[in-house]
C-alpha cells in the first residue's frame, strides 16, 4: 500500500488492490478530460456533508449530460466499504466517473452501450496545523482564465492547475482567480473577506465551484449572527480587505496573510478566521458525536 492511497480502491463496483486496478488508455477521462469529481472529507470515519457532496456530483452529472452510473445508496456503500479499510481516522474520499472507452477517438459522446468509468479512494486527510494557521499562507491573483461553467466540479482542470502552479513558483500556496476585475475563487478553494467586521462572499455563479465549505461557513456565519454580505467583490476590495480566507474540504479555513506580496490587514491571521475555524470544529465535532 502506498502511503496516499488506502486500498483496497473502487473501480467500476469492484474493490481491488491499486495495482489491479486497469482502466483503458482510451478513456474518456484520459483522452479528454470528459468527466467528474469530488472530494468528500472523512472525520473519525464520518464523511462530512456525504449527502451535499453526492447531491453536487449529481448535479455536475447532469451538466455533462452524464447518467449517474450508482445510486446515491450505492455510492454510500462503496464510500463507506473505502473508509472502512482505509488506515487513517480522518480521510480524503475523492470519487471519479468519466465517460468511459468507446474503440476510437471521437469527441461527441460514445454510445449508449460504453459504460462510464467509476473510480474511487480513500486518501488521508492532512487539514492545517495550528503552526500554519498561525501564520497563514501567501497568494498569488492570477487572471481566470478557466471556462464559463466553473460551478461544474469536473476533470478538466489545466487552468486551475497552471494557476496553482504559478503560485506555487512563487512561493505561494493558492492562486485567486480575477474574473472582469472581480476575484471568483482561488485555483482549489473559495474565498471570503473581511472588511470592517462584516463578512464578504461572491456570490455562487456559474464562474464559482459551489463549496460545501463555503455553504458551511455561510450556514455558521447565519447561526452565530456575523453580519455577511454575498456579492461580487471587485480586486480592489480584495486588495483593501483586513482578512482574506481560503476554505475548502482539504483546507478548511485558512487566512491568506500576504496577497501579490503585500500584507492583508495587519499581516496576521485575523479574529474572524479564528472564530470561523472554531465555529466549523464545533460544528464538525456535533456531526461526528451524532454519529
Ligand atoms: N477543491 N473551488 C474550487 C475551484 C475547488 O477546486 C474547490 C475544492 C473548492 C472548495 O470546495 P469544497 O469546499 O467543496 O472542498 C472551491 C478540492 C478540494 C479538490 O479539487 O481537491
Known amino acids: 500500500?502506498?502511503?496516499?492511497?488506502?486500498?483496497?480502491?473502487?473501480?467500476?463496483?469492484q474493490f481491488l488492490p491499486l495495482a489491479d486496478a486497469r482502466v483503458s488508455p482510451l478513456d474518456r477521462g484520459f483522452l479528454y478530460g470528459d468527466g467528474v469529481y469530488e472530494m468528500i472529507p472523512v472525520y473519525?470515519?464520518?464523511?462530512?456533508r456525504l449527502d451535499q457532496h453526492l447531491q453536487r456530483l449529481q448535479a455536475t452529472l447532469d451538466g455533462i449530460?452524464?447518467?449517474?452510473p450508482l445510486t446515491v445508496d450505492a455510492w454510500k456503500s462503496a464510500i463507506f466499504t473505502l473508509i472502512e479499510n482505509a488506515?487513517?481516522?480522518?480521510?480524503s474520499i475523492y470519487l471519479q466517473v468519466t465517460r468511459g472507452a468507446d474503440d476510437k477517438r471521437d469527441h461527441a459522446f460514445p454510445p449508449a452501450s460504453v459504460a462510464p468509468t467509476v473510480f474511487a479512494f480513500a486518501g488521508p486527510l492532512i487539514t492545517p496545523d495550528a503552526d500554519l494557521r498561525a501564520r497563514g499562507v501567501a497568494a498569488i491573483?492570477?487572471?481566470?482564465?478557466?471556462?464559463?461553467?466553473?460551478?461544474l466540479k469536473v476533470l478538466s482542470l489545466l487552468a486551475n492547475v497552471l494557476a496553482r502552479q504559478q503560485a506555487v513558483a512563487r512561493g505561494c500556496a493558492e492562486a485567486l482567480l480575477i474574473r472582469d476585475g472581480f476575484v471568483k475563487e482561488g485555483a482549489a478553494s473559495n474565498v471570503f473577506l473581511v472588511k470592517n467586521g462584516r463578512l464578504l462572499a461572491p456570490p455562487k455563479t456559474q464562474l464559482m465551484l459551489p463549496g460545501i465549505t463555503y455553504d458551511v461557513i455561510l450556514e455558521l456565519a447565519a447561526a452565530h449572527g456575523q453580519p455577511l454580505d454575498i456579492r461580487e467583490i471587485h480586486e480592489t476590495e480584495l486588495r483593501a480587505a483586513d482578512e482574506v480566507w481560503m476554505t475548502s474540504s482539504t483546507k478548511e479555513i485558512l487566512a491568506i496573510t500576504q496577497l501579490d506580496g503585500i500584507p492583508v490587514?495587519?499581516?496576521?491571521?485575523?479574529?474572524?478566521a479564528e472564530q470561523m475555524w472554531h465555529w466549523y470544529q464545533d460544528f464538525k465535532n456535533s456531526i461526528m458525536r451524532k454519529g
Do not use: H, I, K
Not at 1 to 13: I, R, Y
Not at 65 to 68: I, K, T, Y
Not at 87 to 91: A, C, E, L, M, V
Open 87 to 91: 488506515p487513517w481516522p480522518d480521510q
Open 65 to 68: 449530460q452524464l447518467a449517474n
Open 1 to 13: 500500500m502506498g502511503t496516499q492511497v488506502a486500498e483496497p480502491v473502487f473501480l467500476n463496483g
Open 141 to 151: 491573483t492570477v487572471p481566470d482564465q478557466r471556462w464559463a461553467r466553473c460551478d
Open 265 to 272: 490587514g495587519s499581516g496576521q491571521p485575523g479574529p474572524l
Open 44 to 48: 473519525s470515519r464520518q464523511a462530512f
